[in-house]
């Protein structure tokens, strides 16, 4: 059964640091989404691609927050620099339609900045 | 901003016995869905129901849905210990195409063997 990919799965690091993750959706989902997910919460959007645009990144500081996903595939969300907030769980999500339907999970990145 | 905010926030039951929670948003929807997560890990889909639907099931999964009072609910039957997970619910708005989900808060249910 096809899955959505995340790498690492763990990630710690020091604040002023940069960290980047990886995600790999399922092949042939042209909707990518990142999440944050702080403990005890439910996941927040980060920011949304369709193919290789983002169609939302609303929710994205990009004061510090970067995310691509260059060639419509696997995407790169990257922190610099990193701050104690923003220790949380890195969720990508993949769907094969925007918009109104089910969103699959990969296995999430767990983040601790010290 | 969360939308949906799901009730009880945590549900302790013994196996065997039925699971009920609750979900409540605010602003009209296109659908709403729920997910598991396990510990650490990523959300599993569960269930979709659209806003012209009142209920629907899947195994032993039953939702409803009340558009009128903006609230839905998840039943689940015959609980396992391998029910054990937090459960979020999640409301797409009704227009938009690109538009996007958003999560409760969770309720954490723990199945006691």
């Known amino acids: 059964e096809a899955e959505v990919a995340q790498s690492p799965r763990y990630k710690i690091t020091e604040k002023s640091q940069a960290v980047a993750f990886w995600c790999d959706p399922i092949?042939?989902?042209?909707?990518l989404y990142w999440y944050r997910q702080i403990l005890g919460q439910g996941p927040e959007l980060l920011v949304q691609?369709?193919?290789?645009?983002?169609?939302?990144d609303s929710q994205l500081p990009k004061d510090r927050f970067s995310a691509e996903r260059l060639k419509g595939v696997d995407s790169t969300l990257k922190i610099q620099p990193a701050e104690l907030g923003d220790s949380a769980m890195y969720l990508c999500?993949?769907?094969?339609?925007?918009?109104?339907?089910?969103?699959?999970f990969g296995p999430g990145t767990r983040l601790t900045v010290l | 901003s969360q939308q949906g905010e799901e009730d009880p926030q945590a549900l302790s039951i013994q196996e065997g016995e039925n699971a009920t929670m609750n979900c409540s948003y605010k602003?009209?929807?296109?659908?709403l869905q729920w997910y598991r997560q396990n510990s650490g890990r990523g959300l599993v889909h569960l269930i979709l129901?659209?806003?012209?639907?009142r209920e629907k099931h899947s195994g032993r999964l039953r939702v409803t849905l009340d558009t009128s009072k903006k609230s839905s609910s998840l039943l689940i039957t015959a609980s396992r210990a391998a029910d054990t997970a937090s459960y979020f619910c999640?409301?797409?708005?009704?227009?938009?195409?690109?538009?996007?989900?958003?999560f409760g808060k969770g309720i954490t249910l723990s199945v006691r063997p």
């Open positions: 999500a993949s769907s094969h339609l925007a918009g109104h339907n089910e969103q699959f």
């Open positions: 092949s042939g989902h042209a909707t």
């Open positions: 691609f369709q193919d290789e645009s983002v169609v939302d």
């Open positions: 602003t009209s929807i296109n659908n």
């Open positions: 129901i659209r806003s012209n639907e």
């Open positions: 999640a409301t797409a708005p009704g227009t938009g195409a690109n538009s996007k989900l958003t």
